[in-house]
């Protein structure tokens, strides 16, 4: 009988011990996404970094943190997946960073890639005219307050064979020029205009618009147009010329 019950003991012990073998380890399923942030006015002076709310766009209940004094941002439990990252703060231009992917190991993810932000643009652009000197289109650029040496403006060009060109619709768009003369002229070639899809004899519009040295720009999806939420919206009326 000692022996018989000895073996039960036996028994159930091996038995509890596969039990507990058996207990299924549940997978995290979110992390932490941490990052920084350097911000600018809307030229080339840094600025104190903290109070930049960045979110993950599309989380409900809305997952969003604050940006300290070194720019540094903590994301809390944010479900694994691909997202885009939304960066706001009142004088900013709202920058957004698409396809962040977040571990697909279990792990915090770290942005190593650290954006350097700026302010709205304050400059205007109160006049816009265009003139040909042979095979080159002049394009003069009036802005308020106006550029100097001492006072250094940033303005892009948008480009479009539609008199509705602006900065949503556009076949081209420059980079940033510094603007240090009132009025700021431009050169574009022929080989300029033909080099960016442009033809010969074709009517082109181009619209400028103030930005920043920082111009936050971002593109949201692989084929769509590249967003700059640092223009200032108000600008001259588009002129046109033709292609040499």
Known sequence: MQKRYSFL???????????????TIVPATDADITGFVNLYDEGISLLENSGMKVSVQGSSPLI??????????????????????????AGYGTYKKPGVVHSTDGSPTFIANTPSLGKVSSTTVTNLTTSQDGSTILVAVTTSPAGSLGNTRYIRYFLSPTATVSKDNYSYVSSGFISQIN?????????????WGFT????????????????????????????????????????SFKVP
């Open 183 to 195: 009025p700021y002229q431009a050169t574009l070639t022929s080989a300029n205009l033909i080099t």
């Open 64 to 89: 969003s943190a604050t940006t300290d004094a070194k720019g540094k941002f903590v994301l809390s439990d944010v479900p694994f997946g691909t997202h885009t990252l939304v960066y706001e703060k």
């Open 200 to 239: 010969s004899g074709q009517t082109v519009y181009v619209k400028v618009y103030g930005d920043a040295f920082w111009s936050n720009e971002y593109q949201e999806t692989t084929t769509g147009p590249k967003i700059f939420p640092n223009l200032n919206g108000t600008s001259a009326n588009s002129v």
């Open 9 to 23: 003991l036996l028994l159930v012990g091996f038995l509890s011990c596969k039990d507990s073998s058996t207990d």
